[in-house]
């Protein structure tokens, strides 16, 4: 049986060393997450993960950017040091490298900024919640987006909430051969993750432009040059380009834009003017706005012709730091 004064001392050491732990984190976040004798970065659990983008991502706007990035850059290599360094151990001119390189290396979108899929390229993660970020097989276009929206919005509120993203995460996990590997409850902590990642609104549920992040296209070929050139870029605008961009959408050939082709060709055309904002509603009242503007069938599907018509319009329209 152990002693009085032994479980005093044992209790003392148990405290100083959960004292030690927070002074460490508190002082480099990110040395808790490497391996004390290799210093590699131990793998992260969902949770963890959440934790590291929450505590860099400081003003909750969705990016690691300007301080946020140094402060992260810094406690990232210094944490890699056996010696407790202090992050202000890298000084200046070794951040604006390492920026440099680390920006080269994982800034994807070349925006000058982290956002949470390419951190979650760097961060070492459990396979299985890696695998919904689906880094290796982005969507072809924003047809197959939109087609999985109608299939997964299955009470057609304009909106994916929590129940159907899980469902959502769950057919991931399926196609993938791994659902066997997760259990419920690691299933509801992806979702939980999922949901706090990607509801910039914070209203519990993902709006259109929230669940594009989550699953993105491989390009928006209405963001190209030739559309943001105004009077410029209609003059450059080639058949060739509008039929590119015909075929794009017309995914079954049918010779018309329809249904979830329509959908996916105006959800691009909003992501022009609403950016990284923008619902099921918006969708709605946009298609309204568009298609009456050049007097489409009234069957609900555009012609070659129709849009041209659109098309030449968009590259009319000013630059956008002119408008």
């Not at 992260?72 to 202090?86: H, K, M, P, Q, W």
Request: proline share 2%.
């Amino acid at each position: 049986m152990e002693s009085p004064s032994s479980a005093t001392a044992s209790a003392a050491a148990a405290a100083a060393a959960a004292k030690r732990v927070q002074i460490e984190k508190a002082h480099n976040f990110m040395r808790q997450y490497r391996d004390p004798e290799s210093r590699e970065l131990k793998k992260l659990s969902a949770n963890q993960f959440m934790d590291v983008w929450a505590h860099y991502d400081k003003d909750g706007n969705g990016y690691i950017e300007g301080t946020e990035l140094d402060g992260f850059l810094r406690e990232f290599v210094s944490s890699a040091n056996a010696t407790d360094i202090s992050p202000e151990a890298v000084t200046d001119t070794m951040l604006e490298e390492l920026k440099s390189c680390f920006m080269e290396a994982y800034d994807d979108n070349q925006d000058g900024k982290i956002d949470i899929r390419e951190l979650a390229q760097l961060l070492p993660m459990e396979e299985n919640f890696l695998l919904l970020f689906r880094f290796d097989n982005p969507l072809e276009s924003s047809v197959e987006f939109m087609k999985i929206w109608r299939e997964y919005d299955t009470d057609n509120s304009g909106y994916i909430e929590a129940d159907e993203l899980k469902n959502f995460l769950r057919d991931l996990l399926k196609e993938a051969k791994k659902i066997n590997d997760v259990s419920e409850d690691k299933l509801i902590e992806y979702t939980d993750t999922m949901l706090q990642v990607f509801d910039a609104n914070k209203d519990g549920r993902l709006q259109l432009s929230e669940m594009a992040k989550l699953l993105p296209v491989k390009e928006n070929f209405l963001c190209r040059q030739v559309f943001k050139e105004g009077i410029e870029g209609a003059a450059k605008l080639t058949k060739e380009d509008i039929e590119k961009v015909f075929s794009l959408y017309d995914r079954d050939n049918s010779g018309s834009i329809e249904n979830e082709e329509l959908k996916g060709f105006l959800k691009d055309l909003l992501e022009l003017v609403k950016k990284d904002d923008y619902d099921a509603q918006d969708l709605k009242a946009f298609e309204e706005t568009i298609l009456r503007g050049v007097g489409y069938d009234k069957d609900g599907k555009i012609s070659r012709k129709e849009l041209t018509m659109i098309l030449l319009t968009l590259a009319k329209m000013p630059p956008e730091d002119e408008q």
